[in-house]
């Protein structure tokens, strides 16, 4: 389906500290009746940690001062919906004069002309952590954006969101081929063929992930935990929500395991 996304936000506001290829906005319908018409609700960023920041203000009805150049007040435009809708593109670098990234145009026709492969790869990550009650399907496509729309629990804990993205942003290039064999073969055929080459420290964290039991339950459970807050209860320490991805979550994980 043929989709407009229409983004209001400057991207150069933000201090990414990935500054080019596969970014991430969540968006949303524009009005209540449309189902072709998306906006924006933050900038479209190759840094996947902005997910989280926005996830967990709208699903804990809390406001954002300040993580890197993003701030974000609740709107409740996500409560009680069944899913969130994430957007995807590839993404030059960002406010940085005269200089591009060379494998652009790859990338971009490898991500719009390949994401029926994609989609059969995250398909099969949501299988591996056993989360196959509702699918993440495509919504819909624009000339340069793909729509998924995700079911609302990858949206309740920001190590979701994380191991999300970055599933996404590993397998955008994944070969029909290499697509067919079972999720924990992609990581490692696929590991190989990684078209932005420094994402290979992304399937070792996927890899370490893949390792944990009961994800499913875990992903469930609030993350990060133990907010430091303000006398008025407004969070202080934002920036452990921003960098509180998938990595910080297996070593809590791994903390827990031991004191247990």
């Known amino acids: 389906m043929e989709l407009t996304v229409k983004d209001t936000f400057k991207r150069s506001v933000l201090g990414e500290g990935r500054r080019y290829g596969v970014g991430f906005a969540f968006v949303a319908p524009s009005c209540i009746n449309t189902t072709k018409s998306f906006k924006a609700l933050m900038p479209f960023s190759t840094c996947k ?80 952590v056993n989360l196959t009650e509702d699918r993440i399907t495509i919504k819909g496509i624009t000339k340069d954006t793909i729509v998924l729309k995700i079911p609302y629990i990858w949206f309740t804990n920001i190590a979701a969101v994380s191991a999300l993205s970055l599933c996404i942003r590993c397998f955008f290039n994944v070969s029909k081929e290499d697509a067919a064999f079972g999720f924990d073969k992609i990581l490692d055929v696929h590991s190989k063929k990684l078209l932005i080459k420094p994402d290979s420290m992304m399937i070792n ?55 247990c």
């Open 49 to 128: 940690d902005y997910l989280n920041d926005l996830a967990y203000c709208e699903h804990h009805n809390e406001e954002l001062k300040e993580a890197y150049g993003f701030e974000h007040k609740y709107t409740g435009i996500f409560k009680g919906k069944e899913y969130v809708f994430l957007g995807v593109k590839i993404l030059n670098y960002n406010s940085i004069p005269n200089n591009s990234w060379k494998e652009y145009e790859e990338a971009f026709n490898l991500f719009m002309g390949n994401r029926s492969n994609m989609l059969t790869v995250v398909n099969k990550f949501e299988e591996r």
């Open 205 to 259: 964290t996927l890899h370490r992930l893949l390792k944990e039991d009961n994800l499913k339950e875990k992903f469930a459970e609030e993350f990060p935990k133990e907010l430091k807050r303000t006398e008025e209860g407004k969070i202080k320490d934002v920036m452990k929500i921003h960098s509180s991805g998938l990595v910080t979550f297996l070593s809590s994980i791994k903390k827990k395991t031991k004191i």
